[in-house]
């Protein structure tokens, strides 16, 4: 009789990182079980475009291709967009104080792949707050030609990805239990700031310099663009790509240190 030696199974290291569809389908589950972030994703920015947007003067007067309700829907779509990519974005907070930060340093997990992962996910819970917009804008009255409604969609929810990485970012600095009630307010602010809900025309000259520099006045353009055809485009497309990679550059470091303190 001979004995045989078992070889041990070795399981090869996650690819790209550790970033991989599994892990993004179970960040997803736990996200969907806060109540806060379905509120604030899904239930917030219909019930504001309605509220705000659907008189019947706005449903009357033109605005580029399409009437007030529907300039007002784009506008809250990027607010939906921003609040739901924040949201998801700042659940780090809670992990962070459950200690899941510093079990991540034990495993192959790379910083990038992990914001990767938080990026997606804020990014999903980003379009279903915008598509959600849009369907309520079908039935209350936004007159937009079909291509450019999806345009501004489109447009509306990939600029988001700023805020996905502001959410990364925040979730990093800002105790877990108080995370949104501090950028639900700040997200507001900057939305007024960045001509989001007030043109930034009728504020006069220094106002609107001011607010080129937010990180809410390039997302704003981009989505009301295909309909407006005005603005500063390029000058809009740079604000996005610059505070997107102040923001991610942001959540790598403060990931990094989180869980260097094992």
């Known amino acids: 009789m001979t004995a045989t030696t078992a070889t041990p199974q070795t399981r090869a290291l996650p690819a790209l990182g550790g970033f991989s569809l599994g892990m993004i389908a179970l960040e997803l ?27 019947a003067d706005y449903k009357h007067e033109r605005v580029g291709d399409g009437n007030v ?45 992990y914001v990767a992962v938080k990026l997606t996910i804020a990014m999903i819970i980003g379009l279903v707050s915008v598509v959600v917009v849009n369907v309520t804008g079908v039935f209350f009255g936004a007159d937009l030609p079909v291509g450019e409604w999806i345009a501004c969609a489109l447009l509306a929810w990939v600029c988001a990805l700023v805020f996905a990485a502001f959410g990364l970012f ?51 353009e981009l989505a009301r663009y295909p309909v407006t055809q005005s603005g500063h485009l390029w000058q809009a497309i740079v604000n996005v790509a610059v505070w997107t990679l102040v923001f991610s550059v942001g959540a790598m470091w403060r990931f990094r240190r989180d869980t260097a303190r094992v």
């Open 29 to 55: 589950r736990r996200l969907v079980r806060n109540k806060r972030t379905v509120v604030f994703s899904v239930i917030m920015p219909p019930a504001f475009f309605i509220l705000f947007g659907t008189s």
């Open 69 to 113: 309700t529907g300039y007002v829907l784009i506008s809250m779509a990027v607010y939906g967009a921003m609040l739901a990519t924040t949201s998801g974005g700042a659940m780090v907070s809670i992990e962070r104080a459950a200690g899941w930060s510093r079990q991540l340093r034990l495993t192959p997990l790379k910083p990038a792949a």
């Open 170 to 220: 925040m979730g990093y600095l800002l105790p877990s239990e108080n995370v949104m009630q501090i950028l639900g307010p700040a997200l507001a602010l900057l939305s007024f700031a960045g001509g989001l809900f007030v043109p930034l025309d009728t504020l006069g000259d220094t106002f609107a310099t001011v607010a080129k520099f937010t990180p809410v006045y390039g997302v704003g």
